[in-house]
């Protein structure tokens, strides 16, 4: 019974497709739909905005600019030596950096750390040059 649905809506088919015309597109087809599509508005997402404006980056270099200005131009008076800025004794009794210093990693633990950071690296690298380039077009 299946067959023979099959065929009468076959039939049908064919003989609705005998009976339908060939139907073509009016005269200014491609002008009214190109006219329809330079009308749309260009999208507002596309537009390239800054995340930090002209305006915000003149204060800020001009506050770096100051505050350099201020550092090396202050009028606070300054020791000549070196000897109170040096004052390693310090590090050298701290009980931190003694432990610190017999720790001990392993040759596969700094292999791993050095390729991991390499990896970390070349993913920045290879993901900046993908948006770079996707916010492109």
Same mark, same amino acid.
């Given at each position: 019974m299946n067959a023979k649905e099959n065929k009468e809506i076959d039939n049908l088919v064919n003989k /609705?497709?005998?009976?339908?015309?060939?139907? $073509?597109? $009016?005269? @200014?087809?491609?002008?009214? %739909? /190109?006219?329809? %599509?330079?009308?749309?508005?260009?999208?507002?997402?596309t537009i390239y905005e800054?995340?930090?404006?002209?305006?915000?980056?003149?204060f800020i270099c001009t506050g770096l600019v100051a505050l350099m200005g201020y550092v090396l131009l202050g009028t606070q008076q300054q020791p000549t030596s070196w000897d109170h800025?040096? @004052?390693?004794? %310090?590090?050298? #009794? @701290?009980?931190? $950096? %003694?432990a610190l210093?017999?720790?001990?990693?392993? #040759?596969?633990?700094l292999y791993s750390l050095a390729f991991l950071s390499v990896m970390v690296?070349?993913?920045v690298f290879f993901l900046? /040059?993908?948006?770079?380039?996707?916010?492109?077009?």
């Amino acid at each position: 019974m299946n067959a023979k649905e099959n065929k009468e809506i076959d039939n049908l088919v064919n003989k /609705m497709m005998k009976k339908a015309t060939l139907e $073509s597109p $009016s005269f @200014d087809f491609t002008a009214q %739909i /190109m006219e329809q %599509i330079t009308s749309l508005q260009q999208s507002k997402a596309t537009i390239y905005e800054p995340l930090i404006s002209r305006k915000a980056w003149f204060f800020i270099c001009t506050g770096l600019v100051a505050l350099m200005g201020y550092v090396l131009l202050g009028t606070q008076q300054q020791p000549t030596s070196w000897d109170h800025f040096l @004052d390693l004794n %310090i590090f050298i #009794n @701290d009980t931190f $950096s %003694i432990a610190l210093h017999r720790f001990l990693f392993s #040759n596969v633990m700094l292999y791993s750390l050095a390729f991991l950071s390499v990896m970390v690296l070349v993913q920045v690298f290879f993901l900046s /040059m993908f948006f770079n380039k996707r916010f492109e077009n």
